[in-house]
């Protein structure tokens, strides 16, 4: 399997809902990791990576929305539904899905097993448009449009990340 590849959404993601929402844009990536990682590991894993953080620095900056190393392992394990600029959604057992707090992105994490020992790990996004075009259908607009090759490159190296941090953490407890 390549590092990061784009993918279907397994038929029990909590991001289903928005794929066939009018005007909204979806997408999903995975990648598997030899081992098996639980769930909040990779939760945390995901959103403690140094390219994180530094989306999380900017948040701080531009819209006030600070957060923490123990606040991203407090939404990890549960106890916690706000997480910079994101509140829990909806969460299950191996997945949550994030709304910003605009209410025009979502996203989606995942962790399931794959083969004997290994670890399958989804990412992926939502964003719902808000405002219609001019023959009044739904729209995402031009900025978000310039934009879309940015998110997908953004996405792709978020989802490397977390596997490589994961991947060093796995290293160093063998």
């Given at each position: 399997?390549?590092p990061i590849q ?7 993601a909590?991001?289903?809902k ?14 598997e990791?030899p081992?098996?990682v639980?769930?909040p590991?990779y ?10 953080k530094?989306?999380r620095?900017?948040l701080?900056?531009?819209v006030?929305k ?5 606040q ?6 549960g ?7 994101w ?7 191996d997945?949550?899905?994030m709304?910003?707090?605009a ?5 989606w ?16 996004s939502a964003v719902?448009?808000h ?6 259908k739904?729209s ?16 792709i ?18």
């Open positions: 399997m390549p784009k993918s279907l959404y397994p038929s029990n909590l991001i289903h928005y794929t066939s929402m009018p005007g909204a844009y979806t997408d999903s990536y995975l990648t990791i081992a098996r639980s769930f590991e939760i945390f894993a995901f959103y403690t990576t140094p390219l994180f530094l989306e620095l900017i701080k900056l531009l006030r600070p957060s923490t190393d123990m991203a392992r407090e939404l990890a394990d106890v916690r539904d706000q997480f910079a600029a509140t829990v959604e909806d969460r299950s057992e997945q949550i899905l709304c910003d707090f209410g025009s992105t979502r996203s994490l995942m962790a399931v097993p794959a083969g004997d020992d290994g670890t399958r790990l989804y990412f992926g719902v448009p405002r219609m075009s001019k023959d009044g739904p995402l607009g031009f900025f978000f449009q310039a934009l879309l090759g940015f998110h997908k490159v953004y996405s190296l978020l989802l490397y990340s977390a596997k490589s941090g994961l991947m060093r953490k796995i290293s160093k407890e063998n």
